[in-house]
């Protein structure tokens, strides 16, 4: 499996029979580049612009929004929410667990809170997690650490933070960074079942689009 990020929480992620699968496309007015990448299914978090540009994905994707099963992959749809008051200030997101190659793969979406025991259960074993880290309309560095810590997946994907490309009040990712070891950054991540490292390891995956 191959997992490439194209900006904010939008990931490619190929199978490796070739299936692709999208993550929350945004729309390219936040500062990234277009998607500009065909493929099969789409997971979107929630309605917001930055995470359900659907229309920019070329090919003719399946749309993920719920729990579902599409093209042999099952996608568990746990609805949290946006914000610290259950949804009153930004609305639900949903976080979606599926399986690809073997290995479990959690999109946290723009999870604002930090879940209950009962919610966490929930998601199941995890071993690649992507969370927001970026702070005020998620998660940040700290909660997404403390969710880390409570999951203990075998790989960590950071996302919605700032960089360079986008002018959103977020922090960068080097405050989720502070103290951890083990942190690699990369391109993309090539991984399967067999060479999955011990918990916990920080992938920062470079924006090079």
Known sequence: MKILWLGHACFLITSSSGLRIITDPYEPNIGYAPVNE????????????????????KGNPEIVRKSATVKGITFKGVELFHDDARGSKRGRNTVFVFNV??????????????????????????????????????????????????????????MHYKTEKIDFPISTVDEFLRGKENVERLPYLEVNKDNLPAPVKVVVLQYER
């Open 38 to 57: 065909s493929a099969d299914i789409v997971t979107v978090s929630h309605d917001h612009f930055d995470h359900n540009a659907v229309k920019e994905v």
């Open 101 to 158: 190659d073997g290995i479990n793969i959690c999109h946290m979406g723009d999870l604002g809170h930090i879940p209950s025991t009962d919610q966490l259960r929930e998601l199941g074993d995890v071993n690649i997690l992507l969370i927001p880290v970026g702070g005020f309309y998620t998660i940040d560095a700290r909660q997404a650490t403390q969710i880390v810590d409570a999951l203990k997946p075998n790989i960590v994907i950071p």
